[in-house]
């Protein structure tokens, strides 16, 4: 014979019952903490894409407040508009300004005419990045080197991709399509 007691009915839907209710409560445990991790992972990936747009869309300030510099240095130095661009350095020996150079020139496009506008228009627009940066959480945009005609100086301007498709006609910009 079995040393075990028996159980009723009574105690075996009980203990059904028990299991049932902690399968429940792991399953739902179990959902809790992959729900969790997926949503912590979304917030991890959607802040390093944005923290990745702004360290781009910072870059490419840098490179054209160094552009437009370079603008202010020529046109102070001339007396006039600089007409060319991509601009060259002076010194070949200076490999790290050539090479910011270089990478200017690969990352805008340039209106050969702007200095042809200054006599009929305000603002003028020199030149801006060839193509527009993306961003995770807001439009994309562009930095644009703008002329401003009255205070005779070279200004760096982000303007988000609408807007910029608005006053790109006005600044005389016309950017090739790819």
């Known amino acids: ?20 209710r902690t399968s429940s409560q792991r399953r739902r445990r179990v959902i809790r903490r992959v ?38 240095r020529l046109h102070e130095a001339a007396r006039r508009n600089p007409l060319q661009f991509p601009l060259a ?13 270089n990478r200017l020139r690969e990352h805008v496009h340039y209106d050969v005419l702007y200095a042809d506008r200054i006599a009929s228009s305000r603002r003028v627009g020199v030149c801006c990045c060839s193509r527009p940066h993306n961003r995770l959480f807001q439009p994309a945009g562009r930095h644009v080197i703008i002329f401003d005609v009255d205070k005779r100086d070279y200004v760096v301007e982000w303007i988000d991709e609408p807007d910029f498709q608005r006053v790109a006609g006005e600044l005389g910009l016309r950017v090739p399509t790819r």
Do not use: N, W
């Not at 028996?6 to 059904?16: G, M």
């Not at 979304?42 to 552009?67: K, N, P, T, W, Y």
């Not at 010194?91 to 910011?100: H, I, L, M, V, Y």
């Open 89 to 101: 350095a002076e010194d070949p020996t200076d490999t790290a300004k050539a090479r910011e150079l």
């Open 35 to 72: 729900v969790g991790f997926i949503l912590m992972l979304m917030v991890m990936v959607g802040l390093s894409v944005h923290v990745r747009d702004q360290a781009a869309i910072r870059s490419c300030q840098q490179r054209m407040e160094f552009a437009a510099a370079e603008f202010r």
């Open 1 to 20: 014979m079995s040393d075990a007691p028996k159980t009723t009915p009574y105690e075996q839907a009980v203990q059904e019952q028990v299991v049932l």
